[in-house]
């Protein structure tokens, strides 16, 4: 009687999350990478995870599984087929996700940005010179000459990084099945106790040799995390942050209050804010799409008046740090800081690596960004102006705490031992 009730119990707990369109249905049903199957949902493979099998191995099956799954033409389909009929809704399909270099070889990508480059940048008639050159190939759209262009200065390379192979997943089997686990085991745990992004094998020993190095600079001069310029980026919404779980209205009686959130009238700010030292320089606002060229502008802009009151004696063992974002990545950025911080600097890239997925490493994570946010939606947000001059004012609030930045840099150690403690592996439980 009571197996048969845990398998019920079992049964309810997988309908309810196939009832929704989510990751795990399409996962346990084996149409990961294929079509939507019409009809019927399939439930060959839920079979075995309802009593016998574990969640990680279904899904790893399901996903290396063949069921609906379409196969793309090959490099010679693409470019034997120029005729009207083959560019279809079909054509369309099957390039969905094919990069640049699937569809054209490298001389034919030279090719087309020698065209662009003869025409002085003007796309059309780039295209124009392109089609009367090689009327037998495939003409490229106006827009890929300009792309072209922009991923060889941007990246050196026809194309950037990661291009066409989507976002990649942020978690892995293993930890959605141990994030299932700890909410079966207690119902009422807190979504921010499970959600974590996941590391990947990699990422265990960059964070742990990251944080060696970090503490050895300690041991040299205790006075290291004062000289390390720790900078990030944050981006301000209208909506900003919106809890429904923990927003409370204590009443004897029903006062039936709202919250606004979803405007039709969007606006947002992206602010990056450096910490050096005892000072909180910034936030200073960014353009909302940063690119490497804009990213290499503002630091020649703004690194000469961060180092305006550092002595000229700490100068020279001053280390920036910033984490791995794209625009970080950039060429430009980072010939920038090679001079301006020779063999100084912490980053994607850089003399001295930045483990990725590291957000729980640097202090405006950790602490600024979200202290300063919950200051600034502490009421609505009217207007862009208004979302400004809230983000000076607290910005100010929170530099004039007295003995902050110590604690600050006190943390920051404390995190590193506990990251070398745990493996490099998460510690915020361990904190």
Same mark, same amino acid.
């Given at each position: ?79 034997? +087929? ?6 279809? /809704? ?86 959605? /099945?141990?994030? #299932? ?87 947002? #700010? ?19 799409? #940063? ?20 002595? #000229? ?14 625009? +970080? ?96 592996? +998460? ?5």
């Amino acid at each position: 009687m009571m197996l048969k009730l845990i398998r019920k119990r079992k049964k309810n707990w997988l309908g309810h999350w196939l009832r929704r369109n989510c990751l795990l249905k399409d996962a346990l049903e084996g149409i990961v990478n294929g079509r939507r199957v019409r009809g019927r949902r399939r439930y060959r493979k839920i079979d075995d995870i309802k009593i016998y099998k574990s969640y990680a191995e279904t899904k790893r099956k399901a996903e290396i599984g063949k069921i609906g799954e379409r196969s793309l033409p090959s490099k010679e389909t693409l470019r034997g +087929h120029s005729d009207s009929s083959f560019r279809g /809704e079909g054509y369309i399909q099957c390039c969905v996700g094919v990069r640049l270099c699937d569809m054209y070889s490298n001389q034919e990508l030279a090719e087309i940005h020698f065209m662009y480059g003869k025409a002085d940048g003007n796309a059309a008639l780039a295209r124009r010179l392109y089609q009367e050159r090689y009327p037998q190939r495939q003409c490229p759209d106006r827009k890929t000459f300009v792309r072209l262009h922009y991923r060889l200065c941007e990246y050196g390379k026809f194309n950037s990084p990661g291009l066409g192979r989507g976002r990649p997943r942020s978690t892995t089997p293993e930890v959605q /099945e141990e994030i #299932l686990e700890a909410v079966n085991m207690t119902p009422s745990i807190s979504t921010r106790r499970v959600a974590l992004q996941a590391l990947s094998p990699a990422d265990y020993p960059a964070r742990v040799r990251f944080c060696q190095w970090f503490l050895q600079q300690c041991g040299v001069n205790s006075n290291f995390p004062a000289l390390v310029l720790f900078t990030d980026e944050a981006q301000f919404t209208r909506d900003g942050i919106t809890n429904f779980h923990n927003q409370h209205v204590w009443a004897y009686e029903n006062p039936r209050a709202i919250v606004p959130s979803h405007h039709q009238v969007r606006f947002s #700010l992206n602010m990056c804010a450096d910490i050096i030292g005892d000072r909180l320089v910034g936030p200073h606002v960014l353009v909302n799409r #940063l690119t490497g060229q804009a990213y290499t502008n503002f630091l020649e802009n703004t690194i000469p008046h961060v180092l305006e009151d550092t002595p #000229l004696i700490n100068r020279r063992h001053i280390h920036f740090l910033h984490d791995g974002a794209p625009a +970080h990545f950039s060429r430009t950025a980072r010939r920038y800081l090679d001079r301006r911080f020779p063999d100084r600097w912490i980053g994607r890239g850089g003399p001295i690596a930045w483990p990725p997925r590291s957000p729980d490493l640097n202090p405006l994570d950790v602490y600024l960004w979200g202290h300063l946010k919950s200051l600034v939606y502490s009421s609505p947000v009217p207007d862009l102006e208004s979302l400004r001059n809230r983000i000076v004012a607290c910005s100010e609030d929170i530099r004039n705490t007295p003995g902050v930045w110590d604690r600050v840099r006190r943390s920051m150690r404390h995190r590193c031992e506990v990251c070398i403690q745990a493996g490099g592996g +998460h510690f915020e439980h361990l904190l």
